[in-house]
């Protein structure tokens, strides 16, 4: 019995090394298997991500193509950020008040007690327009919004004789005033906006003079802007570029 015993230890001992020595084999079959596995993962996911870049890259390029055949300039000129903005800013002006009237043959009028005569205009044909609301009525323009408003004039006067002094005509004036004038229910008066005056007195036979005014005003919806002059006889009214009179929206 006891050799029994003593063999039986003596093959438990002699075992255990045998043993042991598949462990490290096994767990080194299984890294290897792993990592294959992670290879062929990620081999998987650099292929997904370089085809998801190259469409997106491919979606790209008829975009950029478009972008450079609308943004190329013209021979000869610059076309940067400022150019965008202004080509913007154009589009987006083209909605605003504006008016170019000019002048028609004058009509006796009954003046505005301590205003001179108004001059009527034609708001519709040549180069005359009314645009985006704004509105001419009874010699005037009407303001449809509220803001900051370019307001200009160009009255053209002429006559035949005008000598200042002994020997002059008592009918022809010594002087010739343009008022552009606001007339607003804010204030009970008129009022004078832009003012320009000329000497005739050292002019002799035939003579015209164009006076020219322009400013920036701030306007409120419903005022009323007119032209007035201190003889409206001496008008120039043959030619619509020598007699006009404007606004529009800033």
Known sequence: ?????????????????????????ARATLEARSSCVLGLLSLVLLSLLAGLIAYLFLGQLPIQREECVHLQPQKG????PSHQRAYKQSRADGAKPRAHLTVVKPTPTQNVKNQFPALHWEHELGLAFTKNRMNYTDKSLIIPESGDYFVYSQITFRGTTSECGQGRQASKPDSIIVTVTKVTVRYPEPTQLLTGTKSVCEITNNWFHPIYLGA?????????????????SLIDYTKEDKTFFGAFLL
């Open 1 to 25: 019995m006891a050799e029994e015993l003593g063999f039986r230890e003596t093959a438990r001992v002699e075992m255990l090394p045998g043993n042991g020595s598949h462990r490290p084999r």
């Open 77 to 80: 000129q610059e076309f940067g």
């Open 216 to 232: 920036v005003f701030s306007l409120h919806e419903g005022d009323k802007l007119m032209v007035n002059v201190s003889d409206i």
